[in-house]
């Protein structure tokens, strides 16, 4: 049976560059433009190559291995990397000496949030958010197409995309909050207030010492 945590991340976790980048206050837009990049990217080319894929070959084994590995690509960036890196938050799972499997959800806590990116976490949730409502979208015309065979590489991605997605969400709500009940509202705060916030948004006015607010 597994079991789950949610706790603040590891004080004696080696990975690089998790919340030492750098101990003072950023004032950059973008902190890590590279990993914000990347965040986007996989998992854009898989929807680019899913949508066009017809168009430039005619098999289907090529397509769908092609999708499959920008997928997994995709999956394993964003879980492992532009988390932790910009928006503070980690989830994964281990098997103790029992056999059982663990899950733990971290997120930073205290001054450590103030050095993320307000843009960084916008553009995170949003793909995060987005990519599987998209990838929904595509199962539903595949299913009232008829094309059947296209249905399996839907799923896969459904399934990666929202296993993430799942994963990070727990971690910003807590475990002790009802996922199931939270995660409806939290769909739409995060898409509606960061639409609005890039369609209208001023200047930062932030002071050194005064603190960005995550969303």
Request: net charge positive; charged share 15%.
């Amino acid at each position: 049976m597994a079991a789950s945590a949610t706790v603040p991340l590891l004080m004696d976790d080696d990975t690089i560059g998790f919340g030492e980048e750098d101990p003072a206050q950023t004032t950059q837009k973008l902190r890590h433009p590279y990993v914000t990049t990347f965040h986007l990217l996989f998992r854009a080319l898989a929807i680019v190559t899913y949508m066009l894929c017809g168009w430039f070959s005619s098999s289907f084994i090529g397509s769908f291995v092609t999708v499959v590995l920008l997928l997994s690509m995709d999956f394993w960036t964003v879980k492992n990397i532009t988390g932790r890196l910009m928006v503070g938050l980690r989830w994964w799972n281990y098997v103790d000496d029992n056999g059982k499997n663990h899950w733990v959800f971290e997120s930073r806590k205290g001054m450590q949030q103030n050095r993320l990116s307000t843009d960084e976490v916008r553009i995170f949730w949003l793909a995060l958010i987005l990519c599987p409502l998209t990838w929904s979208i595509f199962f539903v015309v595949a299913l009232f197409s008829l094309k059947f065979k296209w249905l399996l590489l839907v799923c896969i991605a459904i399934i990666l995309n929202g296993a993430n997605l799942y994963g990070y969400v727990k971690c910003k709500m807590g475990n002790d909050q009802n996922i199931s009940s939270a995660t409806g509202d939290f769909f739409r705060k995060q898409v509606f207030q960061n639409v609005a916030s890039m369609m209208s948004r001023s200047p930062p006015t932030n002071t050194p010492g005064q603190p960005t607010n995550m969303i």
